[in-house]
């Protein structure tokens, strides 16, 4: 937006990692449900004064957003959650137009005691369910929703072979070896207004669970048998093509899928030439390099 001074202007402004804990203890069986979210607000508004003169008039203040972000009421999704939010700034001040809500729910699991689901007992997994929503003042919506650091790892039916060999190529070829990745994957819904997203209650939850389940189904192959993977890059695809397949309101996928190594350990020395010889059995595993592998997959759409 052209202002003072002929100078161009873009901003936003919003409040980073408010942290919300929640209770809803309204289970008819004494039941509690617990979420622990953290939230980011970014809005963009018509604020400029504030930039070009010491005039805050139009100014949300941050503050106020952190307070909004602690208002929860009914249990929802936090896919619902973050709508509802975005959707509060746009409506409820004029110079809203757009608000970007990211929300990190951490993993807290019900646990189970001598095989019975805890009415209050929760412990924390491991991977985060994220959520991205941008609200428009006119309802128009984009909704993004994913999982982060989805550690998952196979000690067989993995292979890499016949790839470009050059001078500075030494890694021979293989067909078994160790696969283990630390999946991060957002996915796009296809709902492009607010008022155009599914009512059944808890719905984008559910969601994100079979997503989950599809990714690691794919990577993993039936229980007995496992399945084959040629590369990361052929395991990425499969695991993003079966959820594009499965779920037609997911539009795109991305998914970043670090190769992390383990690397076969063999030690010998002069007098003991075989002292530990690799038979597929002792690695040593590393944190870095890791090869880094990733790719957005949508459906083509015929244009006929
Ligand atoms: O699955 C793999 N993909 C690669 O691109 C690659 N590069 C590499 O060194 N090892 C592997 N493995």
């Given at each position: 937006m052209a202002g003072e001074g002929g100078l161009r202007v873009e901003q936003r402004h919003g409040k980073a990692r408010v942290r919300v804990g929640r209770v809803w203890r309204q289970g008819g069986d004494g039941s509690h449900h617990f979420v622990e979210w953290n939230v980011s607000i970014s809005l963009l508004s018509h604020c400029l004064s504030s930039y070009h003169r010491?005039?805050?008039?139009?100014i949300v203040a941050t503050d106020t957003m952190k307070n909004t972000a602690k208002e929860c009421g009914d249990r929802l999704s936090v896919e619902e959650f973050a709508i509802l939010l975005g959707n509060h700034f746009c409506s409820f001040y004029?110079?809203?137009?757009t608000a970007i809500v990211n929300i990190i729910e951490k993993p807290w699991e019900r646990v189970c005691i001598d095989g019975k689901p805890h009415l209050h007992g929760f412990k924390l997994g491991s991977e985060n369910h994220t959520v991205e929503a941008t609200v428009q003042k006119s309802g128009a919506l984009a909704l993004t929703s994913g999982v982060a650091g989805l550690a998952l790892l196979k000690t067989t039916q993995s292979g890499f072979e016949k790839f470009v060999r050059d001078k500075y190529t030494i890694l021979p070829d293989t067909r078994e070896r160790m696969l283990a990745t630390e999946v991060n994957a957002s996915w796009r819904y296809s709902?492009?207004?607010?008022?155009?997203?599914?009512?059944?209650?808890?719905y984008f939850s559910e969601k994100f669970m079979e997503v989950k389940k599809v990714l690691m189904d794919t990577f993993f192959?039936?229980?007995?048998t496992g399945v084959y993977s040629p590369s990361v890059q052929r395991t990425l695809y499969l695991m993003g093509s079966a959820v594009l397949r499965r779920f037609p309101d997911v539009a795109s996928i991305h998914l970043k899928m670090p190769n992390i190594h383990f690397l076969p350990v063999n030690l010998s020395t002069k007098?003991?030439?075989?002292m530990v010889k690799f038979k597929d059995d002792v690695y040593l595993p590393t944190d870095e390099p890791h090869g880094s592998i990733e790719a957005t997959l949508s459906r083509i759409t015929s244009k006929m």
């Open positions: 010491d005039d805050n008039s139009d004029p110079q809203v137009y709902y492009e207004s607010v008022a155009s997203i599914p009512k059944k209650e808890l192959g039936p229980p007995e007098e003991n030439p075989s």
